[in-house]
């Protein structure tokens, strides 16, 4: 479905009874206007939850429940309703029209103060606990009291949930770049190819992913690493990130491919052009 076609409407969550504070220990939303290189890619045009899922490496089950009940097409309509469009790339990304993530974050804050919210910035919680049937937060700023409590501490700030009685599977870090400190490899540094393939060998057949690779200075990154990071994020850390790596530089019939270069280079040994950037 094309954003065209979505609801053009969606109520505003307002809280009358209830007193909403948000305890950041920072400034709020730093990471969003910082996010997909300062435009925010806000969601992706997939809106079938049960094929939206399938892209997410792990907690398909817990998403699909939530997709359920909020997903991409709700976001749109949503950011709609608060006067922002967002637009799709090729690749189904979706960004708001103005590439500007201060867009989004801007609209998050307008969206929380119509709905009564109160932020309170520079309030780090130090520790959570009970008081009767009370939450109890001793704060930067002194102590808090609230009756519901909803922990948002992003990938830190554990210990507040595990205080509470919580257990956590304990996170791993994903979506990173590969260091192979290899000469040959280094040598090729800049170079970019459209479509190669990686795969972990002791892990196939699931492991291979496909996408643009880019050649660094530090070793592979580039969409297809970075998909490969996160689809085995729990393998690679059980292995102290020390695995074989096999890369298939070309997936696609090589033949289109050499007749351009041929074109272009005719002097030249395909040997010597084939990783050159398209
Ligand atoms: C460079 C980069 C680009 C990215 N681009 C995108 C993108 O384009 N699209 C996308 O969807 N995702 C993107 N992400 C991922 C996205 O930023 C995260 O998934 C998202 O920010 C997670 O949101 P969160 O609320 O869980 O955590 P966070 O955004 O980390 O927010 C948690 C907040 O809690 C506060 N906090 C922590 N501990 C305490 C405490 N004890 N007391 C009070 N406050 C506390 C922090 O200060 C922080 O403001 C990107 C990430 C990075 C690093």
Redesign the pocket.
Same mark, same amino acid.
């Given at each position: 479905m094309r954003p065209e076609c979505l609801p053009p409407f969606v109520p505003r969550v307002v809280f009358p009874q209830h007193r909403v504070r948000l305890? #950041?220990? +920072? #400034?709020? !939303?730093?990471? $969003?206007r !910082? @996010?997909? +290189?300062g435009?925010?890619? $806000?969601?992706h045009a997939c809106f079938e939850p049960e094929q939206l899922v399938q892209h997410y490496p792990r907690g398909s089950k817990a998403l699909r429940g939530a997709f359920a009940r909020f997903q991409p097409r709700d976001t749109v309509a949503w950011f709609a309703a608060e006067g922002i469009a967002l637009k799709t790339e090729t690749d189904g990304r979706m960004f708001p029209v103005t590439d500007r993530?201060d867009t989004i974050a801007e609209g998050l804050l307008r969206a929380a103060a119509a709905a009564g919210v109160k932020i309170v910035p520079r309030?780090?919680?130090?520790t959570v606990g009970r008081e009767g049937d009370r939450f109890l937060l001793q704060?930067?700023q002194g102590i808090q009291r609230a009756d519901r409590l909803v922990l948002?501490?992003?990938?830190? @700030?554990h210990r !507040?949930a595990t205080a509470l009685g919580h257990t956590l599977v304990p996170p791993v870090p994903s !979506?990173f770049t590969f260091n192979i400190p290899v000469p040959a490899l280094q040598n090729l540094a800049g170079i970019a190819v459209p479509e190669a393939m990686l795969v972990l060998p002791t892990q196939a057949p699931k492991s291979p992913q496909r996408g643009p690779l880019l050649v660094t200075h530090w070793g592979l990154s580039g969409p297809a690493t970075l998909k490969l990071s996160a689809w085995q994020a729990r393998t690679l850390h059980g292995c102290q990130y020390q695995a074989p790596l096999a890369v298939q530089w070309l997936t696609a019939d090589p033949e289109p491919l050499l007749q351009i270069h041929k074109s272009q280079f005719p002097k030249r040994a395909v040997a010597a052009t084939a990783l050159s950037p398209p």
């Open positions: 305890l #950041e220990a +920072g #400034e709020p !939303l730093v990471k $969003v !910082l @996010s997909g +290189g435009r925010c890619n $806000v969601t993530a309030c780090p919680v130090k704060t930067g948002a501490t992003g990938g830190k @700030s !507040l !979506l």
